[in-house]
């Protein structure tokens, strides 16, 4: 099965911080790659797909990039909401990747 | 508005059954792939099985193949999964969600706000 490994596994920013999270593919996956934020308590919310996709509703700053085996998530000017925990998600078969949490420096 | 609305969730002892279900409002139920994905207590997310729009296909994470079993009622808009054989590591919050195409799986753009189910003597 194809493995997903985010990194830094933890993060530490300031608000107004360029922040830029890697998902590595064990295998090619083209660009089947969604990001989803999960905030403590809540269900996930989906961020990106097809790997630079950014979905309806999701605010510009969060941006999607990468083909093929690496990925990333960047966010372009941290906000006190996007203190949270971000997962990469691949299709075949559908897994997760372990987590990024983007803490308040 | 979009929801989805899981219930049935609680304790369970090991080796014991029970049934999830997810109760789906404000879109058309038999247009989209559904799935269950779960959360162990301070850990993260793992994709469980899914199910096409029509019910004809379905698709299970290795570790819950042959114990759990994914149905869905269109004329009642609600998802099912049916948990058998639990052990303690199925402990965990099951999330329903909706796939964004009708084949599935793929990417969930809702998510409901998850039942617990815990497994414990």
């Known amino acids: 099965d194809i493995q997903l490994t985010q990194s830094p596994s933890f993060l530490s920013a300031s608000v107004g911080d360029r922040v830029t999270i890697t998902c590595r593919a064990s295998?090619?996956?083209?660009?089947?790659l969604a990001w989803y934020q999960q905030k403590p308590g809540k269900a996930p919310k989906l961020l990106i797909y097809?790997?630079?996709t950014l979905q309806s509703g999701v605010p510009s700053r969060f941006s999607g990039s990468g083909s093929g085996t690496e990925f990333t998530l960047t966010i372009s000017s941290l906000q006190p909401e996007d203190f949270a925990t971000y997962y990469c998600q691949q299709l075949t078969p559908l897994t997760f990747g372990g987590g990024t949490k983007v803490e308040i420096k | 508005e979009v929801q989805l609305l899981e219930s049935g969730g609680g304790l369970v002892q090991p080796g014991g059954s029970l049934r999830l279900s997810c109760a789906a409002s404000g879109f058309t139920f038999s247009s989209y792939a559904m799935s269950w994905v779960r959360q162990a207590p301070g850990k993260g997310l793992e994709w469980v099985s899914a199910?096409?729009?029509?019910?004809?296909?379905?698709y299970y994470a290795d570790s819950v193949k042959g114990r759990f079993t994914i149905s869905r009622d269109n004329s009642k808009n609600t998802l099912y999964l049916q948990m058998n054989s639990l052990r303690a590591e199925d402990t965990a919050v099951y999330y329903c969600?909706?796939?964004?195409?009708?084949?599935?799986?793929?990417?969930?753009?809702?998510w409901g706000k998850g039942t617990t189910v815990t497994v414990s003597s």
């Open positions: 295998q090619g996956i083209s660009s089947y």
């Open positions: 969600a909706k796939d964004i195409a009708v084949a599935g799986p793929a990417y969930m753009d809702v």
């Open positions: 199910i096409s729009g029509s019910g004809g296909s379905t």
């Open positions: 097809a790997a630079s």
